[in-house]
């Protein structure tokens, strides 16, 4: 099966940071809900599968309605990359993605940013 490797890290120039990085989340071989882009350039990706706390450590930043998803910014090229990876997987495939444990206010809510994406 092919396999696309996209690594990426979130710089936090833009939007609210919700302070030092907590523990990070990831989503293990799960299918894309949906996909959504507000018109201030940040994606949320809605996996099927919750984002759950890496060793089982718990207390993520993001807001608890936040726990199938994560975000990043789709303006950069490295976002628009990571978008045209995701829009593949939401056809095709199986997504396993890691969060960076920081989080931002993106359209109200506080989600966890995408650090990488692996589409299996």
């Avoid at 706390?53 to 608890?64: I, K, P, W």
């Amino acid at each position: 099966m092919k396999t696309i490797v996209l690594a990426m890290l979130l710089a936090t120039s833009a939007g609210v940071n919700a302070g030092a990085p907590g523990p990070v989340g990831r989503v293990i071989n799960s299918p894309i809900e949906s996909i959504r882009i507000d018109t201030d350039g940040f994606a949320t990706v809605y996996f099927t599968y919750p984002v759950t706390a890496v060793n089982f450590v718990t207390g993520a930043c993001r807001d608890a309605d936040m726990d199938h998803a994560l975000a990043f910014d789709a303006k950069t090229d490295a976002g628009k990359s990571i978008l045209a990876v995701l829009l593949e997987a939401r056809a095709d495939g199986l997504v396993v993605a890691y969060g960076t444990g920081r989080c931002m206010v993106i359209n109200g809510d506080l989600v966890e940013m995408l650090h990488f994406a692996r589409v299996e």
